[in-house]
């Protein structure tokens, strides 16, 4: 387990925290991991009705950089085999509510995890950014047919392909963010909607869940595959070990 990674359960509601605040929260193989493992505790656990997902002043700054840098060396095999994958699949397919509260940046990954969530909280500060072609990489997490599900296509485009920040009013416009409050709310705001999923009838709401997800299931399958594939061979490109070395000898 990742100290880096926080897990919690209290009552009918878990949460999972991102604590690496000395790196902006940016995730390693190991939080993956921890994270697929505290996914698959809290989806067998039938005291869990509902799950909040944290970070602190900072969402996530994303995948770690370094670890792309390592990651480069391996096959696309190799790269479906990584706890990243694991984690994504996992939370893909979770079957309860996951709510996500957002405060400063959410990079690469810390936004397009939020597509899998069932309900987005950004505070003021929250900034989102996917610059996949920034670092010479490709879109992931599916983000490729969910961005455009919740989006529409054309403003999809925009964000995956220029890697352009956005904010929180600009996330709430394109659908990404369910509600928006002060930075100090974020976190009550996520218990509070927590609270209301872990009342209802739980078989109802894993239904629910399961017809809403249902018709985008073998879409998002499809994804993960063309995109790891995709993304492994950009990683191993000298274009983004360029990009990688850069952010690291800033
Ligand atoms: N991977 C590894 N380390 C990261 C990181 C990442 N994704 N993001 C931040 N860090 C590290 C920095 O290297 C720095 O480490 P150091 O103190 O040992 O030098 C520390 O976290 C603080 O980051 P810093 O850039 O100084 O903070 P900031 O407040 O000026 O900027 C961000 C915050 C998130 C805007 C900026 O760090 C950033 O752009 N990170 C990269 C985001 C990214 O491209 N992620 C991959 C997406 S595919």
Redesign the pocket.
Known sequence: MSEHIVYRKDGAVASLRFNRP???N?ITQAMYATLAEALADAAADADVRAVGLFGGD?FT??????DFLAAGSLGVDRLDDLAVAKFLRTLAAFPKPIVAGVKG?A???GTTMLMHCDAVVAGASARFAM??TK?A?VPEGASSVLFPLIAGRMRASWYLLSGEQFDAATASELGLVTKRCDDADVDGAVAMMCGVLAELPPNALATAKRLLKAPFAPLVDAAFAAEFESFAAALRSSEAREAFMA?MQR
């Open positions: 000395e790196k902006k940016a900072v700054a994303g995948n770690d950089i370094g940046a990079i690469g990954i610059p996949f670092l990489l952010f």
